[in-house]
């Protein structure tokens, strides 16, 4: 049974640019939340997707968009990069609704150069 | 916003010995939950709590969630070196997705 997974591991962009990070929910899971993690602190809430729609936000701009597929796998989307974006995005599923808690992949490090 | 203190930031011990750290709010969560992150990998669920007051156990884990529902604590018994890392809280509140996370505890083991 795959959990979650992402791709890709590392990316490396400079600022301005565009960047799509992407998640595949772990097999069952129908919900999926993005987390940014800057070194040294605790990941933050981006936003969640459901049924394909955005559900809930966090406090991000919206340079931050998503979107989530049929087959319950999700984009990131980030445009136009700012050093502080470099962080570690981390990708987490759920199955709404049975009320399970999130399990997380192991992330995509991004450095906005 | 949401905040969740947790203390210590750091800790180095001794192989073998208890650990305790905890996890301060000023908003009331209804979940409060515990993951470890190692190196190079997502948080991995350690424990749930779901009640005020619920005290729960994952083998040499026990975390407990505070009365006024704006703390909890995770206690460590005889730590091994597998359990250095980085232990994150992380609370929900009603009816919310969303994790609100603490800045994390690092854990050293000295052999």
């Given at each position: 049974d795959a959990g979650v997974t992402q791709s890709p591991t590392h990316l490396i962009k400079t600022r301005g640019q565009q960047v799509t990070l992407r998640c595949s929910p772990k097999s069952g899971h129908d919900t999926v939340s993005w987390y940014q993690q800057a070194l040294g602190q605790g990941p933050q809430f981006i936003f969640q997707y459901y049924e394909e729609e955005e559900r809930q936000r966090g406090n991000f701009p919206d340079r931050?968009?998503?979107?989530?597929?049929?087959?319950?796998?999700?984009?990131?989307?980030v445009n136009a990069l700012l050093l502080g974006d470099s962080a570690l995005y981390l990708c987490a599923s759920t199955r709404l609704t049975y009320g399970n808690e999130q399990f997380f992949g192991p992330g995509t490090r991004l450095t906005v150069l | 916003g949401q905040q969740l203190n947790q203390s210590p930031q750091s800790m180095f011990i001794q192989e073998g010995e208890d650990v305790s750290m905890n996890c301060t709010s000023s908003s009331i969560f209804n979940t409060w939950l515990w993951y470890k992150q190692d190196p190079g990998e997502g948080p991995v669920l350690l424990i749930a709590l779901y009640k005020a007051g619920e005290l729960?156990?994952?083998?040499?884990?026990t975390a407990q969630f505070g009365i006024t529902r704006k703390d909890s604590f995770l206690n460590i018994s005889a730590s091994i070196p597998s359990d250095v890392g980085i232990y994150f809280c992380a609370g929900r509140t009603q009816g919310a997705q969303k994790l609100v996370f603490g800045q994390g505890t690092r854990l050293t083991i000295n052999p």
């Open positions: 931050f968009s998503g979107h989530q597929f049929p087959n319950y796998s999700s984009e990131l989307n | 729960t156990s994952n083998g040499r884990l």
